[in-house]
Antibody, heavy 122, light 113 residues
Framework: QVRLVQSGAEVKKPGSSVKVSCKAS????????ISWVRQAPGQGLAWVGG????????HYAQRFQGRVTITADESTRTAYLEMSSLRSEDTAVYYC???????????????WGQGTLVTVSS | DIVLTQSPLSLPVTPGEPASISCRSN???????????LDWYLQKPGQSPQLLIY???NRASGVPDRFSGSGSGTDFTLKISRVEAEDVGVYYC??????????FGPGTKVDLK
């Protein structure tokens, strides 16, 4: 059974950076896309970006391009989301999610992490 | 970007009664492979989202058969044949036709009358 476990809550100052991790257990890691989805307080879901570990290349939603870096370490089965130049509007729960199939793209997110709350406050 | 709209945004339901949620796209979600790249997710209170329906009409593993998805092109529907108390939460449709432009609908909050 696939399980995704994320790192703990973070409190950051505006202008700083944060790095959130997502460790996978069970199943295959390298060939399945991992996505990051964020949810601001009381708001809906927004796709931030994703990576297919074996390919090495990440993809980003246009609104986050340039401020977000997604990486994956196949040796530790861990994906990372790093966001820089944080502002109060980045306060949100960040979820990692793994695709249902190794399709080579991002399709259906079958497995989800428990979420990581990132609070940006001075 | 592909924009998804959902209706209604709030849906009070009665246990045992059917319920239906609509999701509309401003572009066809029919992929060149013939599949519909539209999923449905449920986020129960205090939980992570869970996949209900993938590729328009396929129930994900472990999803009760009271849930069904249908539609084609730009209009899609999630139906619950008989609502149960555990079905409360926010339902989202999501399209992945043109990654990385993956978008979610605004969500439909379902709660008990």
């Amino acid at each position: 059974q696939v399980r995704l476990v994320q790192s703990g809550a973070e409190v950051k100052k505006p202008g700083s950076s944060v790095k959130v991790s997502c460790k996978a257990s069970g199943g295959t890691f390298s060939t399945y896309a991992i996505s990051w989805v964020r949810q601001a307080p009381g708001q809906g879901l927004a796709w931030v970006g994703g990576i297919i570990p074996i390919s090495g290349g990440a993809h980003y939603a246009q609104r986050f391009q340039g401020r977000v870096t997604i990486t994956a370490d196949e040796s530790t089965r861990t994906a990372y989301l790093e966001m820089s130049s944080l502002r109060s509007e980045d306060t949100a729960v960040y979820y990692c999610a793994r695709d249902m199939r190794a399709s080579g793209s991002y399709l259906s997110f079958q497995y989800w992490g428990q979420g990581t709350l990132v609070t940006v406050s001075s | 970007d592909i924009v998804l709209t959902q209706s209604p945004l709030s849906l009070p339901v009665t246990p045992g009664e059917p319920a239906s949620i609509s999701c509309r796209s401003n572009q066809s979600l029919l992929h060149s492979t013939g599949y519909i790249f539209l999923d449905w997710y449920l986020q129960k209170p205090g939980q992570s989202p869970q996949l209900l329906i993938y590729l328009g009409s396929n129930r994900a593993s472990g999803v009760p058969d009271r849930f069904s998805g249908s539609g084609s092109g730009t209009d899609f529907t999630l139906k619950i044949s008989r609502v149960e108390a555990e079905d409360v939460g926010v339902y989202y449709c999501m399209q992945a036709l043109q990654p990385p432009q993956i978008t979610f609908g605004p969500g439909t909050k379902v709660d008990l009358k």
